[in-house]
């Protein structure tokens, strides 16, 4: 008999199968977004992901039993904040696959969760527990390793990398609070609506770039696989725990570091392998330290 702590095998296959599109899913942003800026800029970028986002969103939501209905919303204002520090992160990401190795800013962008566990007892009201700590010292020590600062040279890319898993730790913050009153699709909704004018005011100073013909696989692909990483993230959640989950994402660096080698001649680093699985500790030891306190309480 499986105990309610343990998810039934089949559970545990499905998330693994939810979380290989989530990794297909970020390595084709990762892929489409280099090559994208070749002729874009990142807010040009962000502006067509978001139009190609919205468009999907839109079907999805008029195919749905409640319609348009289940957009509304009571907390507009939480809805610009979150996608305030969404659009600023993921340009910050999109940058940073063009000036560091993928592998690199995927171990640093690994450190978002440490953030949202140190951001979540000022701005969530959640209690700063040991656990917490001790995970992000831990977490904070593989970002040293992976940057190696005094031994290697830091680039902006590393910066971006760090700004990035920030601003996806507000993101994740901010969504907490807003799937208290608003569905999914809201989210999604607003989202893909409010960063494609974040993305065209920001271009439009300098004149918006029209992609060439060539280039419209690509912004399918990147604007498809957005909504697929956070669906099939979403979903591997639903099935299995953030224990079993956690250690799935670390799989996207090997694969991705892969990539990078093959696609782009990139070298496969031990300090960025080392980093990421100190990163993941961090994480792991955080979700079981939480873990652990619930069933204490109960």
Same mark, same amino acid.
Request: net charge positive; proline share 5%.
């Given at each position: 008999?499986?105990?309610?702590?343990?998810?039934?095998?089949?559970?545990?296959?499905?998330?693994?199968?939810?979380?290989?599109?989530?990794?297909?899913?970020?390595?084709?942003?990762?892929?489409?977004?280099?090559?994208?800026?070749?002729?874009?800029?990142?807010?040009?970028? +962000?502006?067509?992901?978001?139009?190609?986002?919205?468009?999907?969103?839109?079907?999805?939501?008029?195919?749905?039993?409640?319609?348009?209905?289940?957009?509304?919303?009571?907390?507009?204002?939480?809805?610009?904040?979150?996608?305030?520090?969404?659009?600023?992160?993921?340009?910050?990401?999109?940058?940073?696959?063009?000036?560091?190795?993928?592998?690199?800013?995927?171990?640093?962008?690994?450190?978002?969760?440490?953030?949202?566990?140190?951001?979540?007892?000022?701005?969530?009201?959640?209690?700063?527990?040991?656990?917490?700590?001790?995970?992000?010292?831990?977490?904070?020590?593989?970002?040293?390793?992976?940057?190696?600062?005094?031994?290697?040279?830091?680039?902006?890319?590393?910066?971006?990398?760090?700004?990035?898993?920030?601003?996806?730790? +507000?993101?994740?913050?901010?969504?907490?609070?807003?799937?208290?009153?608003?569905?999914?699709?809201?989210?999604?909704?607003?989202?893909?609506?409010?960063?494609?004018?974040?993305?065209?005011?920001?271009?439009?100073?300098?004149?918006?770039?029209?992609?060439?013909?060539?280039?419209?696989?690509?912004?399918?692909?990147?604007?498809?696989?957005?909504?697929?990483?956070?669906?099939?993230?979403?979903?591997?959640?639903?099935?299995?725990?953030?224990?079993?989950?956690?250690?799935?994402?670390?799989?996207?660096?090997?694969?991705?570091?892969?990539?990078?080698?093959?696609?782009?001649?990139?070298?496969?680093? @031990?300090?960025? @392998?080392?980093?990421?699985?100190?990163?993941?500790?961090?994480?792991?030891?955080?979700?079981?330290?939480?873990?652990?306190?619930?069933?204490?309480?109960?």
């Amino acid at each position: 008999m499986t105990s309610s702590a343990t998810p039934p095998r089949s559970s545990v296959l499905t998330a693994v199968l939810w979380m290989v599109g989530a990794h297909a899913s970020f390595v084709s942003m990762a892929v489409s977004g280099r090559a994208i800026q070749s002729e874009l800029n990142t807010f040009e970028l +962000m502006a067509y992901r978001s139009v190609v986002g919205f468009i999907l969103v839109c079907a999805i939501i008029a195919m749905s039993s409640d319609g348009f209905r289940q957009v509304k919303t009571t907390r507009p204002g939480l809805h610009v904040l979150r996608n305030l520090f969404h659009f600023t992160g993921q340009n910050l990401w999109f940058y940073g696959i063009t000036v560091i190795p993928l592998a690199q800013l995927v171990a640093l962008e690994f450190s978002s969760p440490i953030w949202v566990a140190l951001l979540a007892p000022l701005m969530l009201g959640e209690s700063m527990t040991r656990a917490k700590f001790i995970g992000a010292l831990i977490g904070f020590v593989g970002v040293l390793v992976v940057a190696r600062p005094g031994i290697a040279p830091l680039d902006l890319g590393h910066f971006a990398g760090l700004g990035a898993s920030i601003g996806f730790a +507000m993101n994740t913050i901010f969504t907490k609070k807003l799937m208290r009153t608003d569905t999914t699709l809201s989210v999604l909704f607003w989202m893909t609506a409010s960063q494609a004018v974040m993305g065209f005011a920001l271009a439009a100073p300098g004149g918006v770039t029209m992609f060439s013909l060539g280039m419209t696989p690509w912004i399918i692909l990147v604007g498809v696989a957005g909504l697929s990483a956070h669906l099939c993230l979403t979903n591997a959640l639903r099935h299995a725990p953030a224990t079993i989950v956690a250690p799935m994402e670390f799989a996207r660096l090997p694969v991705i570091a892969v990539i990078g080698m093959i696609v782009y001649g990139e070298p496969l680093e @031990f300090a960025v @392998f080392a980093g990421a699985a100190l990163i993941l500790a961090g994480n792991l030891y955080n979700i079981i330290g939480q873990r652990r306190a619930r069933t204490r309480a109960a």
